[in-house]
């Protein structure tokens, strides 16, 4: 069964922490992204990687940075939170080149940053 | 303009009716479309992908699209109260970018 892991299902953390959210799929798959979703807004585009140690910048890349060093794995960072960064964080990845692919998402992580 | 569309409903269907999801999107070069759906609290899982012209069916599901008009759609046929879910339209322009509708949300009432 594939498989996309995020490492963390709930989160909180304070104001101006740096905050690390890890993911993971056992797909081989090429290409990782990493979404934010808000009520109304729908999902939104923060950073994706086409291959290890490569990344482009999505919809709102700002206060994010991310890092891919295997291809198996994709983290994103919060250099410094702000409440306003509180949100649900999708992982997803697809197979490179592909762009018939299916996106599968890893489970979400519900981050509060109080 | 958003680039991909969707009514946020709430859209309400007796069980057994026809639930019509419909999106429209800007980007005329877009190549295929996705149709996933989410739980509430949950992540997205795929339904249907669709690439060319017409309709395409699996079990109670039937997507369609028209190109020139730049519009999908998903029918789900004899709704079920499990089907109460939100549904996320998705296209990809043939790059490694999808862009997501906002959803439209399904109650289907027993």
């Known amino acids: 069964d594939v498989k996309v892991t995020q490492s963390s299902r709930y989160l909180v953390k304070r104001t101006g922490e740096k905050v690390f959210l890890e993911c993971v799929q056992d797909m081989d798959h090429e290409n990782m992204f990493w979404y934010r979703q808000d009520p109304g807004l729908g999902l939104r585009l923060i950073y994706f990687s086409y291959d290890v140690k490569m990344k482009e910048k999505g919809d709102i890349p700002e206060g994010y940075s991310v890092s891919r060093e295997k291809k198996e794995r994709f983290s994103l960072i919060l250099e410094s939170a702000s409440t306003n960064q509180t949100s649900m964080y999708l992982c997803?990845?697809?197979?490179?080149?592909?762009?018939?692919?299916?996106?599968?998402f890893g489970q979400g992580t519900r981050l509060t940053v109080v | 303009q958003k680039e991909v569309e969707q009514n946020s409903g709430p859209l309400s269907v007796p069980e057994g009716a026809i639930a019509s999801l419909n999106c429209t999107y800007s980007d005329r070069v877009s190549q295929s479309f996705f149709w996933y759906r989410q739980y509430s609290g949950k992540s997205p899982e795929l339904i249907m992908s669709i690439y060319s012209n017409g309709d395409k069916e699996d079990g109670r599901f039937t997507a369609q699209l028209n190109k020139a008009s730049q519009y999908v759609s998903l029918l789900i046929r004899d709704s079920q109260p499990s089907d109460s879910a939100t549904y996320l339209c998705a296209v990809n322009s043939g790059t490694y970018k999808y862009i997501f509708g906002t959803g439209t949300r399904l109650k289907v009432l027993a």
């Open positions: 997803a990845s697809t197979l490179g080149g592909a762009w018939t692919a299916e996106a599968f």
